[in-house]
């Protein structure tokens, strides 16, 4: 700064300072998120669009080429199929129940996983063994637990949920561990130096701050979840209990192609519509926090 | 332990403990032959050496050195954050607050929600805590700014904040570690004015790190030099100037000066 030309030349005319206030807040970061909600949902909504438009203009060429076209529909044959599907009780009935199943499994994931997180994370020499033992369990493919599933629970509900636990809770749990492992050391500093102990430290301070991570772990849980409980469903079937994993199965004996298409669409769209649930959560705690890119 | 003395009197001015509105009464920082080494075996590196210093209370002392004269470190142990290897730190029980060079506040809670957070954590009530939150944003002039999260507020507003957060622990102490280093001149010279004034009212004994020497001069009632790698107190001098103070004042610029040539010297003999 040069001598000469002081910063400050007019720092007795009242109101220097609220002028200086003002002229600093003209520098702070805008807020460019304050975007009108109907634009953001359209600009989610058309890349979705668009690669559906895609899918269906590539399915309807392998269609028109002929190829296994005895056995391979096309998307028109599919999608009225899919139509009447859904003007049945069965469908519905089939979503509800796998919908149960996704919920209760993976929520009994959440719990298990976070309790597990919270536990391992707090104690240190625990974070060692039990850490590396969840990402050994996360590498196993959830599949694998079915046959010891079965033997142990029988063709059950609490079969297909003991292996989604099994694919999930680790995913959790490895989230809020990571969550808490990376909460800022500045941050720490800054909130033991405040007086945060204990219970407060994490109340205030290491929960919220491994916030993101947690829904990161969320979100991977969620996948794993619905994979688990996909092969689950194809594999334990109990009777008089309609399921999307039942149907397909269904569909598989009678050869219904047309059926088993339209099927996988109603699996895709349900996975799809959670996955946006937990990228809108995602983004909505990363704009609070400032850490959104222009890609969210 | 060499003293320069430059002045017959010794600026004091927060020391007498003013009537009403007062907060913190200030506290004495005492190091007494404090040593900090990191490591152990080859490695090991000593970042601090025999460092003995005494802050009385209500005194705006300035650290200042090279980097890697063991600064941050020096508060840190103040702090509580880090044991010293040798030696004793005592600031007779007194709560201390941190200021960093980063404004170091949680992202997820707004400017009022931060500071408020430090006042929970003394145990307050709702409405007390309300309260002292718009006082205490009021007092760093950030009326109306109070709903703004961290990301929406420009680097100097963010410091006030952190400054506002640190007031509101009600210590007694208050150690910054160059808390202005990353802020261009012209707001830090703002900031400086308000803290004088924050500290004026309040009798707050003040560690402040900063390789800025002018900024030292500007701020302190003493300036404290120390060597690099070990650090050690090679020299102090007292700052007789008259408040208020400007960065680009004549007295503030000549006595910069000499502690600028006391740091060259150090330098130098380091560097041969």
Known sequence: MSANVPPHADKSVPGYVEKLTYLESLEAPSDQRNRRLATRVWGSLWPVGLAILIVLAVWQLVHVSGWKQAIFP?????????WHQLQTGLLWHAIATTATRAVLGFGLSVLIG??????????KPLRAAVGSLITGLQTLPSIAWFPFAIILFGISTTAILFVIILGSAPSVANGLIAGVDYTPP????????????????YRYLILPASLPAFVAGLKQGWAFAWRSLMAGELLVIIANQPSLGVLLSTDQDQSDMVSATAIIIVILVLGVIVDQLFGLADGAIRRRRGLAGESS | MVRQVNSVTVTDRRAAPQAGGLRGHGATVRLTGVSKVFGRGNSAVRALDQVSLEVPPGEFTCLIGASGCGKSTLLSLVAGLEQPTSGEVSTGGAKVAFMFQEPALFPWLTAAGNVELALRARGLGKAERRQRTAELLETVRLTGFGGKRPHQLSGGMRQRVALARALAQDADVLLMDEPFGALDAMTRDVLHDELDRICGDRALTVLFVTHNVREAVR?????????????????????????????????????????????????????S
């Open chain 1, 74 to 82: 096309g998307p028109g044959a599919t999608l009225s199929n899919l």
């Open chain 1, 186 to 201: 500045l941050l720490l500093k800054a909130g033991k130096m405040m007086g945060l102990r204990r219970l407060s430290l």
């Open chain 2, 219 to 271: 701020l302190g009632d003493r300036v404290v030099v120390l060597s690099s790698r070990p650090g050690r107190v090679i020299a102090e001098f007292d700052v007789p100037i008259e408040r208020p103070r400007r960065i680009d004042s004549a007295p503030v610029a000549e006595l910069a000066a000499q502690v600028t040539d006391r740091l060259r010297e150090e330098m130098s003999r380091d560097v």
């Open chain 1, 114 to 123: 976070a309790v597990i997180g919270a536990v391992v994370s707090r104690i």
